[in-house]
């Protein structure tokens, strides 16, 4: 089955500098999307990006991210952090082209974005 | 904002006893997604309803669990027989199906004594 990995458990940056948090992924099918969820403290996970189009950069809120099929990544970048960044990401995938419209989120196991001052 | 609402925010129960959340999908959407996030893992799909059908679930659901959408505005979890590992927050989302965004509920989080 499908699966996505995040490595990093809890990442740590520095107020301003910039960051990037990996995510890799295995699937067997062709028309996927992958996503970035945020997820704030006691609140809902919320998207924060999407794509399913190979080598194109799509952006929001100063992240951005890239999907590379090549090496099956989506991995999540900023150039400058804000305090206000801290939270919970998760990368996921959905098979957009499976039986009965069901467009099930395949999660990783999540990264704690930490910035500090 | 999309507004999915998930009842009861928290809930405890022993070992044993059943346990049930409800969610309310936003107004409209016709597809409702349940996941299980445990502490420090990824979130785990659960369910899925399509225009209040259940279509695919995994098999823990189907042994333990009892899952229903009997309406468009509403739809259950429940637990028949809790355990301690049932423990975690159940997060419900819901999209007007498709390819389209899912948005999630601030979930009902589970502690199984």
């Known amino acids: 089955g499908d699966s996505v990995t995040q490595t990093e458990g809890l990442v740590t940056v520095t107020e301003g500098l910039p960051v990037m948090l990996n995510c890799t992924y295995q699937?067997?099918?062709?028309?996927?999307?992958f996503f970035w969820y945020v997820q704030y403290l006691n609140e809902a996970p919320k998207l924060l990006l999407r794509?399913?189009?190979?080598?194109k950069r799509t952006e929001h809120q100063g992240f951005h991210a890239t999907l590379h099929k090549s090496s099956s990544s989506f991995h999540l970048q900023k150039s400058s952090v804000q305090l206000s960044d801290s939270a919970l990401y998760y990368c996921?995938?959905?098979?957009?082209?499976?039986?009965?419209?069901?467009?099930?989120?395949?999660f990783g196991q999540g990264t704690v974005l930490s910035v500090i001052p | 904002d999309a507004a999915v609402t998930q009842k009861p925010r928290y809930l405890i129960k022993m070992k044993g006893q059943e346990a049930e959340m409800k969610c309310i999908p936003e107004?409209?959407?016709?597809?409702v997604f349940w996941y299980q996030q445990k502490q420090s893992k990824e979130l785990k799909f659960l369910i899925y309803?399509?225009?209040?059908?259940?279509?695919?679930q995994i098999d823990m659901v189907k042994e333990r669990f009892s899952a229903v959408c009997p309406s468009s505005s509403l739809c259950s979890l429940g637990i028949r027989t809790c355990e301690a590992e049932d423990s975690a927050l159940y997060l419900c989302?819901?999209?007007?199906?498709?390819?389209?965004?899912?948005?999630f509920g601030p979930g009902t989080r589970l502690t199984v004594l």
């Open positions: 989302s819901s999209s007007w199906g498709g390819a389209a965004e899912q948005f």
């Open positions: 309803f399509q225009n209040q059908q259940p279509l695919d």
């Open positions: 107004k409209g959407h016709t597809a």
């Open positions: 699937t067997a099918y062709s028309d996927v999307a």
């Open positions: 794509s399913s189009t190979d080598n």
């Open positions: 996921a995938l959905s098979d957009l082209g499976a039986t009965g419209g069901n467009n099930k989120l395949t």
